[in-house]
């Protein structure tokens, strides 16, 4: 075989492997997107059965002589339409993939994110707890949907570890201090933990113990924090549960820790 065969060989061989890593993202985009849809599509409920409430009130009780209480009414009508536009807009912005880096702060990333699966994680009964220390740098320069994206994946876990079994207090907390010129993020929950002897597999694509996992949301999720962000993430047993550790530079100056 000659030089060139050879080159366009590994050529084909990386670009397949590019494919497929593509391929991979794009499953477990499509997995988490499901997940958040379903807790858009329960959020919207409450709304639309008080706008139907709201508009059957004015329809049968004919006060739409006054003008006054007509204002009202339209007024209780765009505070609810406006908490769904909000719901959805969030949504939106989420699934959109960032080709660009921005500075963002990760307490809003992680609080919008939170945002949209609060439903699911007040339903089962899991407290989430955000404490960030005093005079902390939370700015990152960096892809925000990605890491958000990222971010879930690891609540979605916690979530799925502390539904696993009947855990009492089922928490997850989350930490966000610095480390010198880093930005560490702590999510540890009360979940069991993981098999100490796959501690080391919980980040290869396509391992999973679970009946329905794909193993691609940790395997996503490194080459997020890491390959795009340039950050580092790791995990070990704590607490009676699974603790992750992000790691991200932050871009503020003079940060003392
Ligand atoms: N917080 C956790 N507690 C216990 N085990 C965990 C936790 N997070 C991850 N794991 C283990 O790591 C495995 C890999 O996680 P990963 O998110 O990559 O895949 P998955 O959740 O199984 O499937 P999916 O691709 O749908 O996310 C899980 O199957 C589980 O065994
Ligand atoms: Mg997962």
Redesign the pocket.
Known sequence: MCIRDSITTEQEVAKEKQKNRQFIVQQ?KL?EIGEVFSSIAHQWKSPLVEITAIAQDLFYTKKSDSLKENDSYVSDIMKQVDYMTDTINDFQNFIMPSNKKVEFDIKDAIDSMLEIVNHNIKYNNIKINVEVEDNSCLEIYGYKNEFMQSFL??I???K??LLSNDYKNRKIDIKLFNENENLVILIQ?N????ASE?LH???KAY????N??????????KMIIEDKMDGHIS?ENKNA??C?KIKLGHICENISS
């Not at 391992?207 to 679970?210: E, F, N, V």
Request: proline share 0%.
């Open positions: 477990s997995a994946n690891i979605n876990n916690a799925d570890a929950d979940g069991g933990g993981i796959s597999k919980v980040f391992y999973s113990t679970k329905d996992g794909h193993g691609i949301g940790l395997y996503m999720t995990v549960g699974a992750f």
